[in-house]
């Protein structure tokens, strides 16, 4: 039944990815990749706060859109960029409409700026994981890919898996626990 709702939002077969925080290192390597393997959608949406449009264009040629653009995911492969904010409510539903998957990696990162303003930490990483997630579910996505890290384990003797309990040391590593619930 699964494939028979895609082929009927989608007859090309085609999967259209959301990639927040796609302008970054990690961001950029999966838009390299999904484009080089083809027959994908690929938006992104970055505040462009770390990264640059010009990073993004090293990888792959990209439309930009902006809020104002009547969006809808096209039925060929091309990548789009809005350039926005995680925090905003209107533009999280505006990036996540028509999307299949949506692989969220946008996030304040590291422990030292956590400490220095955890609530610059918490508003970017729990608030604004709590809207692409809600957007997600508004536009009836399928598939949500979240990107956390070893942080809110805190400190452990390796290996880190799944199964250690979160003892996070820092409010990075509680922002990146509460996205994991």
């Not at 950029?28 to 938006?43: A, Q, T």
């Not at 905003?88 to 990696?105: G, S």
């Not at 309990?165 to 509460?178: D, E, F, M, Q």
Request: one cysteine or more.
């Amino acid at each position: 039944m699964v494939n028979e709702i895609k082929r009927s939002r989608n007859p090309n077969h085609l999967k259209r990815w959301l990639i927040t925080g796609g302008c970054g290192f990690i961001g950029r390597n999966l838009v390299k990749h999904l484009s080089d393997e083809g027959n994908h959608y690929i938006r992104i949406l970055d505040n462009l706060t770390v990264s640059k449009k010009e990073d993004l264009a090293e990888v792959s040629p990209f439309t930009e859109l902006d809020s104002n653009t009547s969006i809808q995911a096209p039925d060929s492969p091309v990548i789009e960029l809005i350039i926005g904010d995680i925090k905003d409510p209107e533009t999280a539903i505006f990036a996540t409409k028509d999307i299949d998957i949506v692989v969220h990696l946008a996030a304040n990162t590291g422990v030292g700026p956590s400490v220095e303003n955890p609530k610059k930490d918490m508003e970017d990483n729990v608030y604004g994981t709590f809207n692409i997630l809600e957007a997600a579910r508004q536009n009836k996505v399928r598939r949500f890919i979240f990107a956390s890290s070893g942080a809110p384990v805190g400190e452990c003797v390796p290996p880190i898996h799944e199964e250690v309990a979160p003892h996070p040391v820092s409010p990075y590593g509680a922002s990146k626990l509460a996205g994991e619930g």
